[in-house]
């Protein structure tokens, strides 16, 4: 009983918070004289980023916890974009700016590439930390440098809003989406402890689905007001900080660093790097991610947790669910994406000579 209200404050405070941001940062953006692109890869990805935040601080100094911190950021980073941008792209197709796959989405790869580099000795410490926030600090003076030197038509049709007004939407929101979501997830942890359940899996799925509430909750309200760009920039600007600054973050202030387990090496931060590179040909095929695609992404992510659990509990369907995965499914949908590449460049080269 005691869980199910907390289950449903925290629901409450997630999605009131996500209003709140969402509304605060486009009343920002028109202030500023940004993009609502821009005020997702950066504002609104920064909130909705607060509960791993405090999740991996919190895992980061707790000895029996140190697989949490390095799983709740890469479950996160693969749940926003197999499950939330699946989900999105579900329910209306999801128009990319050229913007985003010309930078965001390579500094997105970067960033995976970075983090699984540092972790190869099995343990990300304060150098590795600073490397993290210094790309964080490049990467956020190149996003706002390029972004006032083009200011696009969408940012002057903007309604102003009052400044007082907008400050209070992020202020009150980003507090209201941490907190709502550190509930959520202090409940579903627990619970799977008591079901013998390890904390890693516990960081991949459960509290990883869960710090992801915030990104759902501020998509969905993005999209009712009509700041698609927004929701797409909140989800690719949201895993970019995820790698940069809370995982940098924990990494230099916590006094053993953040461990890295032999598994999440192995497989979840490879799966992670993947994600984030099956995005540049789905963004790139008509900068569009389809109904289809978005199917494809949330079958991938079922997949993804049922291999999870089936590895924890070393179940005898392992073996077979994942040749199937390996020899069937995975080529199957890279002949696909390929195919999909190839036609939207004939087609681009064919305008070029028409």
């Given at each position: 009983?005691?869980?199910?209200?907390?289950?449903t404050?925290?629901?409450?405070?997630?999605i009131?918070?996500?209003?709140?941001?969402?509304?605060?940062a486009?009343?920002?953006a028109?202030?500023?004289?940004?993009s609502?692109?821009?005020?997702?890869?950066t504002?609104v990805?920064?909130?909705?980023?607060?509960?791993e935040l405090?999740?991996?601080l919190?895992?980061?100094f707790?000895?029996?916890?140190?697989?949490l911190a390095?799983g709740?950021?890469?479950?996160?980073n693969?749940?926003n974009?197999?499950?939330?941008?699946g989900?999105a792209a579900l329910i209306?197709?999801?128009?990319?700016?050229?913007?985003?796959?010309?930078?965001?989405?390579?500094v997105?790869?970067?960033a995976s590439?970075?983090?699984?580099f540092?972790?190869?000795?099995?343990?990300?410490?304060?150098?590795?930390?600073?490397?993290?926030?210094?790309?964080l600090?490049?990467?956020?003076?190149?996003?706002?440098?390029?972004?006032?030197?083009?200011i696009?038509?969408?940012?002057?049709?903007?309604?102003?809003?009052?400044?007082?007004?907008?400050?209070?939407?992020v202020?009150?929101?980003?507090?209201?989406?941490?907190?709502?979501?550190f509930?959520?997830?202090?409940?579903?942890?627990?619970l799977?402890?008591?079901?013998?359940?390890?904390?890693?899996?516990?960081?991949?799925?459960?509290?990883?689905?869960g710090?992801?509430?915030?990104?759902?909750?501020?998509t969905?309200?993005?999209?009712r007001?009509?700041d698609?760009?927004?929701?797409?920039?909140?989800?690719?600007g949201?895993?970019?900080?995820n790698l940069?600054?809370?995982?940098?973050?924990?990494?230099?202030?916590?006094p053993?660093?953040?461990?890295?387990a032999a598994?999440?090496?192995a497989?979840?931060?490879p799966?992670?790097?993947?994600?984030?590179?099956?995005?540049?040909?789905?963004?790139?095929?008509?900068?569009t991610?389809?109904?289809w695609?978005?199917a494809?992404?949330?079958?991938?992510y079922?997949?993804?947790?049922a291999?999870?659990?089936?590895?924890?509990?070393?179940?005898q369907a392992?073996?077979?669910?994942?040749?199937?995965?390996?020899g069937?499914v995975?080529?199957?949908?890279?002949?696909?994406?390929?195919?999909g590449?190839?036609?939207?460049l004939?087609e681009?080269?064919?305008?070029?000579?028409s």
């Amino acid at each position: 009983m005691i869980d199910l209200l907390l289950f449903t404050a925290g629901l409450t405070g997630v999605i009131a918070g996500a209003e709140m941001l969402v509304r605060g940062a486009g009343q920002l953006a028109g202030r500023f004289g940004l993009s609502p692109l821009v005020i997702g890869l950066t504002v609104v990805a920064f909130g909705t980023s607060a509960p791993e935040l405090a999740i991996t601080l919190r895992a980061a100094f707790t000895d029996h916890a140190a697989d949490l911190a390095l799983g709740n950021i890469a479950g996160s980073n693969i749940a926003n974009i197999l499950l939330v941008l699946g989900l999105a792209a579900l329910i209306a197709p999801v128009v990319v700016a050229q913007r985003l796959i010309h930078l965001h989405v390579p500094v997105m790869i970067g960033a995976s590439v970075l983090t699984l580099f540092l972790a190869r000795d099995g343990n990300l410490g304060a150098v590795d930390g600073a490397v993290l926030l210094t790309g964080l600090v490049g990467y956020l003076v190149l996003t706002l440098a390029r972004d006032r030197a083009q200011i696009s038509a969408e940012t002057a049709a903007t309604p102003a809003a009052p400044l007082p007004r907008a400050l209070a939407g992020v202020a009150l929101g980003i507090p209201l989406l941490a907190v709502g979501a550190f509930i959520l997830v202090d409940a579903a942890a627990a619970l799977a402890a008591r079901l013998g359940i390890s904390d890693l899996v516990i960081g991949l799925t459960l509290v990883a689905v869960g710090t992801s509430l915030p990104e759902i909750a501020a998509t969905v309200s993005a999209y009712r007001l009509g700041d698609r760009q927004m929701a797409v920039g909140n989800l690719v600007g949201s895993n970019i900080f995820n790698l940069l600054a809370v995982l940098g973050l924990a990494a230099l202030l916590a006094p053993e660093g953040v461990a890295v387990a032999a598994a999440a090496f192995a497989f979840d931060l490879p799966v992670m790097l993947a994600v984030a590179f099956a995005c540049l040909p789905v963004f790139f095929t008509g900068h569009t991610v389809a109904r289809w695609e978005g199917a494809l992404f949330l079958g991938y992510y079922a997949g993804y947790c049922a291999f999870l659990f089936l590895a924890a509990a070393q179940h005898q369907a392992l073996g077979p669910f994942s040749a199937v995965m390996l020899g069937f499914v995975v080529p199957l949908t890279l002949i696909t994406l390929a195919v999909g590449v190839m036609r939207q460049l004939r087609e681009h080269r064919r305008g070029l000579y028409s």
